[in-house]
T-cell receptor, first 112, second 114 residues
């Protein structure tokens, strides 16, 4: 059974800092991995999707990397802004058409 | 229209009430989902409809009854709920050929069962 761990559970950093969120998963035979963002009491927004054959994906100030063999992914946020404050969830998918498995998330607070 | 719309945004109901949650999308997506999310926990998949047919039921209690009347609409009928069913209920949809992969989420219905 796939287990997803996200560290840290919560993080507060001053505005402007670069930061890294970590995700680890126990079964490395994944199909893909996504990073989602969730604002309090709201739905989820997909930020980046990395296919199993890829090493990283970039979108603006966000960069996600994937090391399948070690069961790890990181989300790098450059020049953080208060608007980045949210919960970030890592979510691998084992096979096409299988359900996504969510980690518990990292609650990020960017201090103005 | 690139949104998944859920109504109502908030719902308070007693344990003997019957209520329904609604979800609508007009993006031509043919897979629609219900998720349940407790506070500070990740979303848990409840049901998946693919081409208006129920394809996944994650052993959800029968007091939750999904319905997909057409390709744009997904309902969740609620009856005899328990206080522990209080949660954020999220609807999602995905484009054809991307079931469970490219998910577009609504903003959710915050449900309180008294």
């Amino acid at each position: 059974k796939q287990e997803v761990t996200q560290i840290p559970a919560a993080l507060s950093v001053p505005e402007g800092e670069n930061l890294v969120l970590n995700c680890s998963f126990t079964d490395s035979a994944i199909y893909n991995l996504q990073w989602f963002r969730q604002d309090p009491g709201k739905g989820l927004t997909s930020l980046l999707l990395i296919q199993s054959s890829q090493r990283e994906q970039t979108s603006g100030r966000l960069n996600a990397s994937l090391d399948k063999s070690s069961g790890r992914s990181t989300l790098y946020i450059a020049a953080s802004q208060p608007g980045d404050s949210a919960t970030y969830l890592c979510a691998p998918q084992m096979n096409r058409d299988d359900k996504i498995i969510f980690g518990k998330g990292t609650r990020l607070h960017i201090l103005p | 229209d690139t949104e998944v719309t859920q109504t109502p945004k908030h719902l308070v109901m007693g344990m003997t009430n019957k209520k329904s949650l609604k979800c609508e999308q007009h993006m031509g997506h043919r897979a629609m989902y219900w998720y349940k999310q407790k506070a500070k926990k990740p979303p848990e998949l409840m049901f998946v409809y693919s081409y208006e047919k129920l394809s996944i039921n994650e052993s959800v209690p029968s007091r939750f009854s999904p319905e997909c009347p057409n390709s744009s609409l997904l309902n969740l009928h609620l009856h005899a709920l328990q206080p522990e069913d209080s949660a954020l209920y999220l609807c999602a949809s995905s484009p054809p050929g991307t079931t469970n992969e490219k998910l577009f989420f609504g903003s959710g219905t915050q449900l309180s069962v008294l």
